[in-house]
């Protein structure tokens, strides 16, 4: 595939893997964005689900105002800010032995209205190592067969913090710089939602199940959804369904939180990655 540029804007977009992901040049993200150009931006994320840049420089209050321009900021709910609550500061120090973001998901799923998105930039990053991967959900569902996909339709799945959050991650969280609530006043959240969900914008169908967060199917146990769940969770992350992205400092990515999961990889030993995230309010998933 080429890149594609947008003749009013000057923004050239160029896929980087066959699955997901697409790297944006063209557009300077901590200036005051025109109407056009966060209308190219949506529709590269749309059709890319992931969108990367580079070389971009802004500050906090630029970042809010960047995300701003494609809804409402999303508040985390369990993760400890240093100040500001709209800001996520990822910081994984020399020593740490876990990470943010250290299995497969989709961003806070277990909340009603999971966000639709997150602008993550890189601070400070190592040489090498310390890669995010993505994965395409819509393909992880349409790759399924016709029978999975009539077993699925109309099962949902119950989607909890309290792997991540809580008594149940206080060594995950004392082992890392970046801390979650874990405290005696946590009340774990959990909805439920459908294990394949249609995007809100593109009206296609993704796979909707993740390793952080979904815990059982609706109406099930635990040991009785394990078997299948495991395989789905583990089926959305197959390679072809993947790209991944290797920071450098000033890189952001920008990714649609309703048909794509996230992973970072944790390989980089005793360097320091510094990373700050905005996310965008979503809606309830169907
Ligand atoms: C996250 O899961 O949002 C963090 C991703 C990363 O630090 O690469």
Not at 34 to 39: F, I, L, N, P, Y
Not at 75 to 102: A, K, Q
Not at 146 to 161: E, I, Q, T, Y
Not at 203 to 226: C, P, Q, W
Request: hydrophobic share 40%; with cysteine; aromatic share 8%.
């Amino acid at each position: 595939m080429s890149d594609v540029a947008n003749s009013q804007t000057g923004i050239t977009v160029a896929p980087v893997a066959g699955a997901l992901g697409a790297e944006v040049s063209g557009v300077d993200l901590g200036a005051e964005l025109g109407d056009a150009e966060v209308a190219a931006i949506r529709e590269a994320l749309l059709q890319h689900c992931v969108i990367f840049f580079r070389d971009q420089v802004f500050d906090t209050e630029a970042h809010k105002r960047l995300a701003r321009r494609f809804g409402d900021i999303f508040v985390h709910p369990f993760f400890i800010s240093d100040g500001d609550p709209e800001i996520v500061t990822i910081v994984r120090e020399p020593g740490d032995t876990r990470i943010v973001g250290e299995d497969w998901h989709s961003d806070t799923q277990m909340m009603a209205e999971p966000p639709m998105g997150a602008i993550l930039i890189a601070l400070e990053v190592p040489e090498y190592g310390g890669d995010t991967l993505f994965a395409n959900q819509y393909l992880a569902y349409e790759a399924l067969s016709d029978g999975m996909k009539r077993m699925l339709d109309g099962l949902k799945a119950v989607n909890s913090d309290r792997l991540v959050a809580g008594p149940a991650a206080a060594e995950r969280s004392a082992s890392r710089a970046t801390k979650a609530r874990t405290d005696d006043g946590w009340r774990e959240t959990a909805n439920a939602h459908p294990v394949v969900r249609t995007h809100p914008e593109t009206g296609r169908k993704a796979l909707y199940v993740n390793h952080s967060y979904t815990i059982r199917f609706d109406g099930m146990s635990e040991d009785e959804s394990r078997p299948l769940l495991d395989w789905l969770m583990d089926w959305g992350h197959r390679p072809e369904f993947t790209c991944r992205f290797r920071w450098r400092a000033g890189s952001v990515a920008f990714w649609d939180n309703r048909c794509s999961k996230h992973i970072a990889v944790d390989d980089i030993r005793d360097a320091r990655r510094i990373m700050r995230r905005v996310q965008i309010a979503g809606d309830r998933p169907y």
